[in-house]
């Protein structure tokens, strides 16, 4: 089994920023695409971020995928030597307060964000809360 344990949450003012790591043990995280995933007070798991096992793995050349509402202001990354997955989150909205999970997908060819979905998760983090005040 692979484990993942998010930390860095806290509490934000908005416009601040923080830096959620995810550190993985079990399993490498080479062998996976890595993920964040974002749920706020009676709301639906939605993705946030995804990073490919390496770059030029997708259709499109791109490494790295974000969904709209954090283009720009976050930035996945993934640190095999170190078996850590990572996002730098920046110019933090109120609407990005949520528990935040790390999650591992194991490839299945495809390499878009939309197949970084609850229902691909191989493995799951327990979480980390982030609360931007405005």
């Known amino acids: 089994q692979m484990q993942l344990v998010e930390s860095g949450g806290g509490l934000v003012q908005a416009g601040g920023s923080l830096r959620l790591s995810c550190a993985a043990s079990?399993?490498?995280?080479?062998?996976?695409?890595m993920g964040w995933f974002r749920q706020a007070p009676g709301r639906a798991l939605d993705v946030v971020a995804a990073?490919?096992?390496?770059?030029?793995?997708?259709?499109?050349?791109?490494?790295?995928h974000y969904a709209d509402s954090v283009k720009g202001r976050f930035t996945i990354s993934r640190d095999n030597t170190n078996n850590a997955a990572y996002l730098q989150m920046n110019s933090l909205k109120p609407e990005d307060t949520a528990v935040y999970y790390c999650a591992a997908v194991w490839p299945n060819g495809v390499y878009v964000l939309s197949a970084m979905n609850p229902g691909a998760v191989d493995f799951w983090g327990r979480g980390t809360l982030v609360t931007v005040s405005s």
């Open positions: 990073c490919e096992l390496v770059a030029g793995i997708s259709r499109s050349g791109a490494e790295t």
């Open positions: 079990g399993r490498s995280t080479s062998s996976y695409r």
